[in-house]
């Protein structure tokens, strides 16, 4: 008997200029199900759900439900047919309390004047029915992002949808968040709901979704049954090769010392205490120093200080024997030190910039790409350019002239690294590099900061992945509440011993 | 006093109207800064409908048709506002500047083109409507009541109830703080961004009309509206963007037009010995200093002044 699905999208392209998103791309959704779809960043998973929600047109292929062909032509239409979805970056209106924000768009209303106490009922009714805990009162700006998340969910089942997008629904929630999603989506799928589950994150899509189809650089790989198939499978599927969840790298032979702070304090932005307290440290050439503990304990501050972007409360920064605690940001970079910044956005790009001027932007100043009378020399500025997006594999629409902003995530990131790489630095200051990015990106960013160490280097990473600072390090700082509280051996310590120190229930 | 309190109401009426105009298209998403000039086209609009009225149509009739002139005449010329923004999605405050400056220009040019074919030695800006302004008023023992004043509190309250009671409201105020979110469930943004400017273009145009039939019979239009359109702009900060705060904004205000136009009926003030420049200044200076103080924790519609452009994400 042929099996009906709930949605089918078959044969799918959408292009866009310089750059095909979605290539002949088939997807089938099965009713009462949960399909993961999975890819890296840029592989087409967004695109392809804009389509699926009527937010874009494609230029061939079609789409059915329950059988039938059907068009989408805006989100309208994808509503009728009862499609609805989370987007990544919720679309929800700040100052609205959580039920307008629910109602928005199928208001119930008499001559047009709102009915809330009708909407009231039926958004409480499915928010004790699903266990999706609400106050229908709050202003979203007021609320956690995992209650605005369930705020979306009501929005679709408010609207009664049947099938059901999550987009990286994962990627903004605490661990607690996720167990909870985790339950609402099984919920969901009990009751026949269809859900779509569109995440880069292996371990989750082998915990909750039924089957996964995989996109790559736009086109589609296979559909697997999940409990049939392991993580290095998927992984392979999404990169089309093997990854290795383990960083291979030699000893390390640490040389002469590049890096070396004494009593460093930083003082709060947030509150009267100094959120960085007589921090001390060294970091020798070819080794790297990993920089451990829960978000905010000081670690953003500590870098600022480091780097220069805040001014030390006190204590003393020096680098390969030169005393840089007062020096500019331009004169730390000048004397060898590099920086991959905790955000990107804010201090890693100009987001409306060509992804050329990004990529001199600490350099243009020199003879090489500005003459005499202060022009830029464009020629040059392209070709190296275009080394750089060469040497990195920078993936864009339109190559050095592409904006920075519709870049992807994790090309964004590359562009960062190959400029701060390129400039052959003494120090690496790496905060968070792997922050939102897919595996096979990971892998390349630990593999680029293990290649700085064996060229001779010091790198200071700060990190907040257990696994990224139990695999990358030589050695390994807890910071806690401003504090270096324990130093380790990553051969001679565990994840759980790490975060008693994190958490500060020891200290050295 | 009554007088002070008269003018003070009036004065807080023009005020309230122009700043719900303006309140209407900033929840929307498009910044009005040419609401200064929708006022003196709208205030044109009135001004030679009264002109032209025939003498014996009844007070009723011509409250009406110059009302409707008026806003009438200031919905289409905020069509060019929300050609420019909404349509070709060009710089709001820029469009706006733009709009105050062509308006008081082209309504001297209409005026004054009109005065000379009629009589080709009258040069003169001027617009007389001494006996039509009659009809706008009802003497209440020594108050002179005016329509205005009604249509003022109707529109203050309709206005509540639109933005906070109705589908209208809550679509067009979604449409001004996150635009991607109105379009992700279905919301034609455009529209209701059509619908806020216009709807402002309207009450613009009132509040024009209401403003050169106050305290005089006759305006020269070279002299535009005064600034009025600003001051309601400066209102509508005072006020929040919200009606109710609006009201008692433009009370506010008013009271200090009012009492540069008043002043001389109080002795104390008179012999403060005080120029009168003084005190016409009195409402712009106060306007300042509050804004100055207040501006920083009013919170303006998130997504006003940028245009919606469908495709971005």
């Known amino acids: ?508 | 006093m009554l007088l002070l309190v008269q003018y003070t109401i009036l004065f807080a009426c023009i005020l309230s109207l122009v700043a719900l105009g303006g309140c209407f298209s900033e929840h929307s998403g498009v910044i009005n800064l040419g609401l200064e000039g929708i006022m003196v086209m709208g205030a044109m609009g009135g001004a030679l409908t009264m002109k032209y009225l025939p003498s014996d149509t009844s007070a009723l009739l011509i409250v009406v048709f110059t009302i409707a002139v008026s806003m009438a005449i200031g919905m289409v010329y905020s069509l060019l506002l929300g050609v420019a923004a909404i349509h070709f999605k060009a710089d709001q405050t820029l469009i706006g500047t733009a709009m105050n400056i062509l308006g008081a220009s082209l309504a001297t040019v209409i005026v004054k083109s009109i005065n000379t074919l009629s009589n080709p030695d009258d040069h003169s800006s001027a617009v007389q409507y001494i006996e039509e302004k009659k009809a706008f008023i009802v003497n209440i023992g020594d108050f002179e009541f005016s329509w205005f004043m009604a249509i003022a509190v109707v529109a203050l309250v309709a206005s509540y109830i639109v933005l906070y009671k109705t589908k209208l409201g809550l679509r067009l105020m979604a449409c001004g703080e996150h635009p991607q979110a109105a379009d992700s469930v279905g919301i034609n943004v455009y529209k209701m961004r059509w619908i806020g400017v216009l709807i402002s273009g309207a009450l613009g145009g009132l509040g024009g009309i209401c403003y050169i039939t106050t305290g005089v019979s006759e305006w020269k239009f070279e002299y535009g509206v005064a600034g009025f359109g600003f001051l309601a702009l400066a209102v509508m900060i005072f006020g929040k963007w919200k009606p109710q705060n609006i009201a008692l904004a433009a009370i506010l205000f008013g009271f200090f037009r009012a009492l540069s136009n008043v002043y001389f009926g109080f002795d104390f003030l008179v012999n403060l010995n005080i120029p009168s420049g003084v005190y016409n200044m009195l409402p712009y200076v106060i306007s300042l200093i509050v804004l100055a103080f207040t501006s920083k924790k009013s919170r303006a519609p998130k997504a006003e002044g940028i245009p919606y452009d469908k495709g971005a994400r």
């Open chain 1, 1 to 508: 008997m042929e099996q009906t699905y709930a949605i089918e999208m078959l044969n799918i392209t959408k292009r866009f200029p310089g750059i095909i998103a979605n290539d002949n791309i088939s997807l089938q959704l099965k009713k009462g199900e949960i399909h993961a779809l999975l890819g890296e960043n840029g592989a087409g998973k967004s695109t392809l759900m804009s389509v699926l929600f009527g937010l874009y047109q494609p230029e061939e292929g079609t789409i059915k439900k329950d059988g039938k062909e059907v068009k989408i032509n805006n989100p309208n239409d994808a509503n009728d047919l009862g499609i609805g979805m989370v987007h990544q970056h919720f679309k929800l209106v700040e100052c609205f309390s959580v039920l307008d924000n629910i109602i928005l768009g199928v208001e119930p209303n008499k001559a047009g004047f709102l009915q809330k106490s009708e909407a009231r009922k039926k958004v409480m009714e499915l928010s004790d029915r699903y266990n999706l805990q609400i106050d229908p009162d709050a202003l979203i700006e007021d609320i956690t992002v995992g209650m605005q998340q369930r705020t979306e969910i009501l929005k679709m089942l408010y609207r009664d949808n049947e099938i059901l997008i999550f987009d990286e629904p994962t990627a903004v929630l605490t661990p607690q968040e996720i167990k909870e999603l985790m339950q609402i989506m099984r919920n969901l799928a009990a009751e026949g709901k269809s859900i779509l589950f569109i995440s880069h994150k292996l371990a989750e899509i082998m915990e909750v979704a039924d089957r996964c189809s995989v996109l790559r650089k736009g086109k589609y790989v296979g559909t697997v049954e999940t409990a049939n198939t392991t993580m290095e499978e998927l992984s392979a599927l999404m990169v089309g090769r093997n990854v290795s969840f383990h960083v291979d790298k030699k000893e390390s032979t640490p040389g002469k010392e590049i890096l070396s702070i004494e009593n460093m304090t930083v003082a709060s932005k947030l509150h009267k205490n100094n959120a960085v307290r007589n921090v001390s440290l060294k970091v020798r050439a070819g080794e790297i120093v990993c920089i451990a503990g829960i978000d905010g304990n000081g670690q953003t501050e500590f870098v600022h200080g480091l780097t220069g972007l805040e001014p030390l409360a006190g204590g003393k920064i020096t680098l390969c024997g030169e005393d840089i605690t007062k020096a500019t940001i331009r004169q730390r970079s000048l004397k060898g030190m590099s920086h991959i910044p905790e955000d990107r956005h804010k201090h890693g790009l100009v987001l409306d910039y060509t992804l050329e001027d990004n990529l001199v932007l600490q350099r243009y100043f020199e003879p090489e790409f500005t003459d005499k009378a202060g022009f830029l020399k464009r020629k040059n500025i392209r070709e190296y350019a275009e080394k750089l997006i060469g040497e990195f594999d920078v993936r864009s629409g339109q190559g050095p002239s592409t904006i920075v902003r519709s870049m992807s995530g994790g090309n964004q990131q590359k562009a960062i690294i190959a400029r701060e790489l390129d400039k052959d630095p003494e120090l690496l200051v790496a905060v968070q590099p792997t922050r939102g990015l897919d595996v096979g990106a990971i892998e390349f960013i630990h593999k680029q900061l293990i290649a700085q160490r064996d060229a001779g280097k010091a790198v200071l990473l700060v990190s907040l992945e257990l696994d990224e600072v139990m695999d990358v390090p030589d050695r390994i700082l807890v910071m806690y509440e401003g504090e270096i509280v324990g130093e380790f051996d990553p051969k001679k310590t565990t994840q759980e011993e790490l975060g008693l120190y994190m958490s500060g229930a020891k200290r050295m």
